[in-house]
């Protein structure tokens, strides 16, 4: 069916031709419930008027001048993105691996003014930043890195949600800690309270950058502008992608104290990086998500999908953990179980399974209390089967 792309996705065998909020429909007629929001990017759900009247207008209007000039959607997005975070600039790229290789950049040339000749960059295992070559030696999956050697140098791994480890890998040369404030991919790790502000701290005493990876966990999808404003702390590098423009590709790299300033002209740069286009995009979902009380909405639904699976699921035989923050959920069971995903199709709902055994929610932040319990009633029967079956092969076979 698709042959002429390269089969870098094992694809499902459904495609959508529609979508309406939290809903989808295929190509046959058949509408699904969208617990993932196209890995969390669309999360003010699909076809958000607001979005597609302001993409609609701009793109009657002009979509792509260059970097070249000035850009008054995108300084204007900066300097929402700038009040949001505390954060003092921005630099627009495309995608998150793209805001990621920014951030990467912006680190090394951060070293090199400090005279670290060979600079270095604490990431976490199990951690995901992207597929291009800064960002996938950066992430912590040896099979996304195999065969793509050789990868750069530079970045120096430790266990996540543990600072006393970063400090066993320090060295002179390193310059920042770079991680997820909840890893995604890596199966919805919500770190204990106090590793970000020690993180902030031992940044601090170090003279090193924090640096944390918002793609997937920003804009509002925790129930908070980013994840890290629940732990009460500043970080000094932030790289945004996903959500921004709700399917609009965009990427953005914020930098605060220290790290502001570091990139000057001809330092770096891009194409369409912060047009008009994809810049009035993130303008309209940040304005809806203020208007709207997303944040709160987020908050409050995913309490609610939590509690539910909670109840449903705590105790069942080969549950390993349910968890989440906001609306990055996650349930693990003690084994592999990608056919989770086809059985939910079936059953007209999409998620996502990652780490070979993390069911993973990502609702748009619009979700309606009736769409979390139609979710979690169609979930918790299906989990429990394939959770029991793997806690007791034999069962499942009898
Ligand atoms: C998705 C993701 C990326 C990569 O984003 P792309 O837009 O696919 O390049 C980077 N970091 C995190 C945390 C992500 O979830």
């Given at each position: 069916?698709?042959?002429?792309?390269?089969?870098?996705?094992?694809?499902?065998?459904?495609?959508?031709?529609?979508?309406?909020?939290?809903?989808?429909?295929?190509?046959?007629?058949?509408?699904?419930?969208?617990?993932?929001?196209?890995?969390?990017?669309?999360?003010?759900?699909?076809?958000?008027?607001?979005?597609?009247?302001?993409?609609?207008?701009?793109?009657?209007?002009?979509?792509?001048?260059?970097?070249?000039?000035?850009?008054?959607?995108?300084?204007?997005?900066?300097?929402r993105?700038?009040?949001l975070?505390?954060?003092?600039?921005?630099?627009?790229?495309?995608?998150?691996?793209?805001?990621?290789?920014?951030?990467?950049?912006?680190?090394?040339?951060?070293?090199?003014?400090?005279?670290?000749?060979?600079?270095?960059?604490?990431?976490?295992?199990?951690?995901?930043?992207?597929?291009?070559?800064?960002?996938?030696?950066?992430?912590?999956?040896?099979?996304?890195?195999?065969?793509?050697?050789?990868?750069?140098?530079?970045?120096?791994?430790?266990?996540?949600?543990?600072?006393?480890?970063?400090?066993?890998?320090?060295?002179?040369?390193?310059?920042?800690?770079?991680?997820?404030?909840?890893?995604?991919?890596?199966?919805?790790?919500?770190?204990?309270?106090?590793?970000?502000?020690?993180?902030?701290?031992?940044?601090?005493?170090?003279?090193?950058?924090?640096?944390?990876?918002?793609?997937?966990?920003?804009?509002?999808?925790?129930?908070?502008?980013?994840?890290?404003?629940?732990?009460?702390?500043?970080?000094?590098?932030?790289?945004?992608?996903?959500?921004?423009?709700?399917?609009?590709?965009?990427?953005?790299?914020?930098?605060?104290?220290?790290?502001?300033?570091?990139?000057?002209?001809?330092?770096?740069?891009?194409?369409?990086?912060?047009?008009?286009?994809?810049?009035?995009?993130a303008l309209?979902v940040i304005e809806t998500i203020e208007?709207?009380?997303?944040?709160?909405?987020?908050?409050?639904?995913?309490?609610?999908?939590?509690?539910?699976?909670?109840?449903?699921?705590?105790?069942?035989?080969?549950?390993?953990?349910?968890?989440?923050?906001?609306?990055?959920?996650?349930?693990?069971?003690?084994?592999?179980?990608?056919?989770?995903?086809?059985?939910?199709?079936?059953?007209?709902?999409?998620?996502?399974?990652?780490?070979?055994?993390?069911?993973?929610?990502?609702?748009?932040?619009?979700?309606?209390?009736?769409?979390?319990?139609?979710?979690?009633?169609?979930?918790?029967?299906?989990?429990?089967?394939?959770?029991?079956?793997?806690?007791?092969?034999?069962?499942?076979?009898?």
């Open positions: 069916m698709t042959t002429a792309l390269m089969p870098t996705y094992k694809r499902l065998p459904v495609a959508f031709q529609r979508g309406d909020g939290a809903w989808l429909e295929d190509t046959e007629g058949h509408w699904y419930l969208d617990a993932l929001s196209g890995i969390a990017v669309c999360g003010l759900g699909h076809a958000h008027p607001a979005v597609a009247a302001a993409v609609a207008d701009q793109a009657g209007t002009l979509v792509h001048t260059s970097n070249l000039y000035e850009v008054p959607h995108q300084t204007r997005l900066g300097e993105l700038c009040q975070s505390g954060l003092d600039q921005v630099f627009f790229a495309n995608s998150g691996a793209e805001a990621n290789e920014a951030a990467i950049k912006l680190a090394r040339l951060h070293g090199h003014h400090r005279g670290i000749e060979a600079p270095e960059i604490i990431v976490a295992d199990n951690a995901f930043h992207g597929r291009t070559l800064g960002a996938l030696t950066a992430t912590g999956n040896r099979s996304a890195q195999t065969g793509f050697g050789p990868l750069p140098a530079g970045f120096v791994r430790a266990p996540y949600n543990d600072s006393a480890a970063i400090e066993a890998v320090a060295s002179e040369r390193t310059v920042a800690v770079f991680v997820e404030p909840v890893q995604g991919e890596g199966g919805i790790v919500v770190p204990d309270a106090d590793y970000l502000p020690a993180l902030r701290r031992l940044c601090d005493q170090r003279g090193w950058l924090l640096m944390l990876d918002e793609v997937q966990s920003g804009v509002g999808r925790t129930g908070a502008w980013f994840a890290h404003q629940h732990a009460g702390i500043r970080p000094d590098v932030v790289t945004l992608a996903k959500a921004l423009a709700n399917g609009v590709p965009i990427g953005a790299c914020l930098a605060g104290g220290p790290a502001s300033g570091v990139l000057g002209p001809g330092s770096h740069g891009t194409t369409f990086g912060g047009n008009p286009l994809s810049s009035r995009a309209a208007r709207d009380g997303l944040l709160d909405r987020a908050a409050a639904v995913g309490e609610r999908i939590l509690r539910g699976l909670r109840d449903g699921l705590t105790g069942v035989r080969g549950v390993h953990d349910i968890r989440g923050q906001g609306l990055m959920i996650g349930v693990e069971l003690e084994g592999p179980c990608p056919s989770l995903v086809p059985q939910a199709l079936d059953a007209g709902v999409l998620i996502n399974v990652t780490a070979g055994r993390v069911v993973r929610l990502l609702p748009p932040l619009t979700f309606t209390d009736e769409q979390a319990d139609r979710l979690v009633d169609t979930l918790t029967p299906l989990i429990q089967q394939t959770a029991e079956a793997l806690a007791d092969p034999s069962a499942a076979l009898a």
